[in-house]
């Protein structure tokens, strides 16, 4: 776990400011310990996403919110897709064909 | 380690402003946390991120073309630590905040290429989860296209040519009996690999047009065909059209509209067994569009055989 203090020292961009405002908009949700505010491993590397799309890019505040939801949006349909694959996957080769037959067909095209 | 000027794609005189509107179009383009399915994103983010240390610094630059440091030189190392993008903990097989809690797909459906082939066009993976090798060298990215394609093209199949935004023109070939939404791949006409890998692979989607007349059921052709009362009455032979050109068609005397006829084989050819399906013709009886006095003279005096009451069921 890292405290806030700490983790605006590890990002020499990230103002503690626009940390606070994430914080307060939902865009990163850390824990509390005691009166200490905490950041997991992930909750870092999501501070680092945001300070890549606010300052490197220069991401508008507002739209910043609107990245963070399609992206959120984006790794939900990734780990829906994922469970839903390991399930197929799973399933007799009978099972997997019927699935195959009904998706729209890939395949080569002649040459 | 490579030039970082030749990384960002800037020449040696490029203004502050030039080497951080370059640094930014990269980030867009590769940074891993958005960009989940490109396994090569992070590697290449971290060549242009370290590039990006060097020369968005105005001393550390200096120092470089001055040749005080050389282009591993970056004394300070970037603050992402290995492995710690977001996408690491998000897109994490079984992991994340995930409500899901997913399992890892594994290689599941790599028994059917095609399945294979679903699956890395939904995670965007370069040529079947190929891991980039030593240095830079990956697989070139998949380019996916949207083709509309005619019925009859579609169900005789064709040759198009699709042209890239480079100017570029891209030959394909159409099968016969190519379905609404199916995906075509052209192996290695995607985007060129990076550092002598090879290039990705192009997909092309196809949109199937409806047509004026024909309707299609899988290897089936339907079409509603009009007949006149005469024929309908009396039976004819007349012309049909198919999807290879027009056909003779018996209308049994006394067909009603509704009336399906079966013209066999007529249909589309089916890829896997190379069997026609067949064309389904319903006849449609249509009375004359002008003033038959001699038709309206006959039916007052006509008198049925057998009485007939066709709504009966619905008046009951």
Known sequence: MTRLEDLVAAIAALQRADLERWIGEALVSPQREGEAVVFSDMDCARVRLLCTLRYDLEIDHDALAVVMSLTDQLYDARRKLRALSAAVARQDAAVRDAILAALPPVEDAAP | ?316
Do not use: C
């Open chain 2, 1 to 316: 380690m490579k030039d970082p000027y030749e990384t960002l794609g800037v020449t040696k005189t490029a203004t502050d402003k030039e080497i951080r509107d370059a640094f930014k179009k990269l980030t867009r383009k590769l940074h891993p946390d958005l960009h989940p399915g490109d396994k090569t994103a992070e590697e290449k983010f971290k060549a242009i991120s370290v590039a990006y240390d060097l020369l968005g610094d105005k001393e550390k630059r200096r120092r470089f073309d001055a040749g005080e440091i050389d282009a591993s030189g970056a004394e300070r190392p970037p603050e992402q630590p290995s492995g710690r993008f977001y996408r690491d903990y998000a897109d994490a097989p079984g992991a994340g905040w995930g409500r899901e809690g997913g399992h890892a797909a594994q290689d599941g459906f790599a028994s059917r290429e095609e399945f294979e082939a679903f699956l890395n066009q939904m995670f965007g993976g370069a040529g079947g989860g190929q891991r980039a090798r030593a240095g830079f060298a990956a697989p070139g990215a998949d380019m996916s296209y949207t083709l509309s394609v005619s019925f009859l093209d579609a169900a005789n199949g064709a040759q198009r040519t699709i042209m890239l935004p480079d100017g570029k023109g891209l030959k394909v070939t159409i099968p016969e009996g190519a379905e609404d939404g199916q995906t075509l791949r052209l192996k290695g006409q995607g985007g060129p690999g990076y550092d002598g890998g090879p290039p990705g692979d192009a997909y092309i989607t196809l949109r199937v047009e409806p047509h004026a007349f024909f309707r299609r059921r899988d290897d089936d052709i339907h079409l509603e065909l009009p007949v006149t009362l005469r024929e309908a009455v009396l039976g004819a032979k007349i012309e049909a059209p198919t999807i290879a050109g027009p056909v003779t068609l018996t209308v049994p005397k006394g067909s009603n509209t509704g009336a399906t006829l079966r013209l066999r084989g007529r249909g589309v050819r089916n890829r896997r067994t190379g069997q026609r399906g067949h064309q389904f013709v319903t006849l449609k009886v249509v009375l004359p569009t002008t003033d038959e006095p001699a038709l309206a003279a006959f039916l007052e005096g006509w008198r049925p055989a057998a009485p007939q009451d066709p709504r009966r069921e619905m008046l009951k």
